[in-house]
């Protein structure tokens, strides 16, 4: 089965200072991963998708790192702010039709 | 604006009650997809289904069934609910590009509880 994990449940940041999340993956087939932010109480909230054919993706504070070579994906939030306080979790697509989750981080931005 | 609506968001339910979680989309899309979320665990995915009248089974399809009539619904039904299917569900419709799906959004989840 699929096998996607975070290396750390936890994280702090000081605002305004950079964070980033790690993952890691399993299968080799997979080709395309999201990032999600779920705040309490809500549904996961899509935050940047990269495909395998690339290697780094920028949106508005976050960028998406992918290195194939050692199954591995990581989230970069910029100049961390309270509210970006929540927990993330990484989505791979299996080369088909499913995708498989991580269990999370939980980011805390202490003000 | 793009929806994913889910009722009830919240039961309590007795075991062996059936009962049907309603999911709707106005996205127009055609895949979307049943997952529970439990502590520790991360999201479960336990049907999809590609389109009208098409449906497969997840990781965790035991205990459940799902119907797909139309294209904008996609309940979750469980004729028999146990314990272990305390939960929260999340429905999500994906978005298609190049033929493949890709970004999923989620509806706001539903908290079961089977007692």
């Known amino acids: 089965g699929e096998s996607v994990g975070l290396h750390l449940p936890t994280l702090s940041v000081q605002e305004g200072d950079n964070s980033i999340i790690n993952c890691a993956y399993s299968?080799?087939?997979?080709?395309?991963f999201i990032w999600y932010k779920q705040e309490s109480g809500k549904g996961p909230q899509f935050i940047i998708d990269?495909?395998?054919?690339?290697d780094k993706r920028q949106g508005q504070r976050v960028t998406v790192l992918l290195n194939k070579t050692v199954k591995h994906l990581s989230l970069q939030i910029a100049a961390t702010q309270p509210g970006d306080s929540a927990v993330y979790f990484c989505?791979?697509?299996?080369?088909?039709?499913?995708?498989?989750f991580g269990t999370g981080t939980s980011l805390t931005v202490i003000p | 604006e793009a929806q994913v609506t889910q009722n009830p968001r919240y039961l309590i339910t007795v075991t062996g009650k059936k009962l049907t979680v309603t999911c709707s989309q106005n996205?127009?899309?055609?895949?979307m997809s049943w997952y529970r979320q439990d502590p520790g665990l991360g999201l479960r995915q336990i049907y999809y289904?590609?389109?009208?009248?098409?449906?497969d089974k997840g990781d965790v399809p035991e205990g459940y069934k799902v119907s797909r009539k139309e294209k904008r619904n996609f309940p979750l039904i469980l004729e028999s609910p146990s314990p272990n299917q305390t939960s929260l569900y999340f429905c999500?419709?994906?978005?298609?590009?190049?033929?493949?799906?890709?970004?999923?959004?989620f509806g706001p989840g539903t908290r079961l509880t089977v007692l």
């Open positions: 996205m127009n899309h055609e895949y």
């Open positions: 989505a791979e697509r299996d080369g088909g039709n499913q995708f498989y």
């Open positions: 999500a419709t994906h978005g298609r590009s190049g033929g493949v799906i890709d970004t999923q959004y």
């Open positions: 299968n080799s087939a997979s080709d395309y």
């Open positions: 990269i495909r395998s054919n690339m």
């Open positions: 289904s590609m389109n009208v009248e098409v449906t």
